[in-house]
């Protein structure tokens, strides 16, 4: 990861001791309420799992206003109660750990049916990305583990379009969405691609993290001495795989299960904002979440942003205002943003 980048990712990560405080309420009678704070951004690329992990938990009554202590930033906050939705947050920056009211709605239980067909060990079942506006409460469901072949059952905010991710312990993935009045079936059934990558004079390049476009953060694999990674990906996966280290990158198509991806330097593209914004939130879905830990972040007035052929899909968010998306396509490209309040 560059420098640049790097640095303002581990002024987000590394902030310490901050309190974050809200209050919640229930449509329905509820005598307590369940606050979990899971980390964000590259603490979360240890393990498939990790992001499932709490860094804490507390009970705490609703109505009345609630005060937590958190060591580091970022966090996803996620607050639950029996026969409610969830309701999740993402706090980013120490500005923003004051967290708006939280109103949690009754909810329906909704059944997901997990058939895994290659799939190891428990299943992380969680929430999807950061949503349209950042600093928003969302309704969605609890995170959980459930077990192969077997349904678990999450409550669901009615009429509201919840979409979660299953997670295998090798990384491999499913998306489901849960909206709706029935339940939902979910097949893991996984393949093992193998990637190869090296440099342009064809050595083979060690300790390089690749990822498929996808892959949620956290199933990154690593290159070996031989150069070769080895990704647990659905079978109904296609698209490309993704090699980044920050200075240096590259993609390729999987064909017959494998890839070969050249290392090349990456040029990065300079973003210029309309106007001064809050701290911008990147996602360059060209490079997936797996190798970036979540989002760039950059200064309010711009920056510059990666760009690994063949690019793809930009979104920018900031907080207070809606999410806009560009269209990545040159390495010499300038790249122009205005966001709506």
């Not at 969302?138 to 299953?166: H, Q, Y």
């Not at 691609?193 to 990822?211: C, L």
């Not at 090349?264 to 190798?291: C, D, E, G, N, W």
Request: hydrophobic share 40%; proline share 10%.
């Amino acid at each position: 990861m560059v420098l640049g980048v790097a640095l303002l990712l581990l002024t987000a990560a590394s902030v310490q001791a901050h309190q974050l405080s809200g209050t919640v309420y229930c449509e329905a009678n509820c005598p307590q309420a369940t606050v979990r704070l899971f980390p964000l951004g590259e603490k979360n690329m240890a393990s498939p799992h990790q992001p499932g992990k709490p860094l804490r938990t507390a009970e705490v009554t609703p109505a009345t206003a609630f005060t937590l202590e958190v060591d580091s930033l970022p966090v996803r906050v996620e607050v639950s109660a029996p026969g409610h939705a969830a309701g999740v947050i993402e706090v980013w920056f120490p500005e923003h750990a004051t967290l708006p009211p939280l109103w949690l709605p009754k909810a329906v239980t909704r059944s997901v049916q997990i058939t895994a067909t290659g799939s190891k060990g428990k299943l992380l079942v969680m929430d999807r990305e950061v949503g349209d506006r950042v600093g928003r409460w969302r309704w969605s469901t609890p995170t959980t583990f459930a077990e192969a072949g077997k349904a678990v059952n999450v409550p669901v905010a009615p009429g509201v379009f919840t979409s979660l991710t299953v997670v295998d312990e090798s990384g491999c993935f499913a998306f489901v969405n849960v909206t709706g009045g029935k339940g939902a079936p979910v097949s893991l059934r996984c393949r093992t691609v193998t990637v190869t990558v090296h440099d342009p004079q064809g050595k083979p390049q060690a300790n390089v993290r690749v990822a498929a476009e996808g892959m949620p953060v956290g199933t990154a694999a690593l290159t070996g001495p031989d150069g070769k990674a080895r990704l647990s990906l659905p079978d109904w996966w296609k698209g490309r795989v993704v090699a980044w280290t920050g200075e240096q990158g590259g993609s390729a198509r999987v064909s017959n299960e494998t890839a070969k991806i050249v290392l090349r330097p990456v040029a990065y593209l300079p973003l210029v904002t309309a106007q001064p914004y809050p701290t911008l939130l990147v996602f360059p879905r060209y490079i997936p979440s797996a190798l970036t830990g979540g989002p760039l972040l950059l200064s309010g007035t711009g920056g510059r942003v990666p760009f690994i052929p063949p690019g793809g899909e930009m979104e920018i968010l900031a907080y207070g205002y809606d999410a806009t998306s560009l269209s990545v396509e040159s390495p010499t490209q300038t790249l122009g943003v205005r966001l709506s309040p």
